[in-house]
């Protein structure tokens, strides 16, 4: 079983991996040097790519966030819905889940 002290390792190392990708995401959609037309749609299209990169990253963080609070006030790995306890290979799979397998739909 891994222990509550390891979990919330795991989950800050992701939190400040997510943090500098989204950045670095920042920082390229800052950058522009397009000078005609067709850079300009190219650039676009991929601007579009990263900034579902960067929400998707977000959700993770709010989750994440979400996850070391429950640590924090004793609650973390029950179900945030009835209370059952978490199983530890879901936990293994998904560190910042709130939910047991019953209620993860």
């Known amino acids: 079983m891994t222990s509550t002290a390891k979990r919330k ?3 800050e190392t992701r939190l400040a991996d997510l943090t500098g990708r ?7 959609l800052g950058e522009h040097q397009a000078k ?7 650039e676009r299209e ?13 959700q993770e963080i709010r989750a ?18 009835c ?7 879901r936990l293994d799979l998904l560190p910042f889940t709130p939910f047991c397998k019953d209620h993860a739909s």
């Open 64 to 81: 994440i966030d979400a996850a070391l609070k429950r640590i924090t006030a004793g609650d973390y790995g029950s179900c945030v819905r």
């Open 83 to 89: 209370g059952a306890d978490i199983g530890e290979a």
């Open 36 to 42: 005609d037309w067709e850079d300009m749609a190219t």
């Open 9 to 11: 390792l795991q989950l």
């Open 46 to 58: 991929s601007d579009e790519v990263l900034e579902s990169m960067g929400v998707g990253a977000q």
């Open 22 to 28: 989204i950045g670095a995401i920042g920082r390229e």
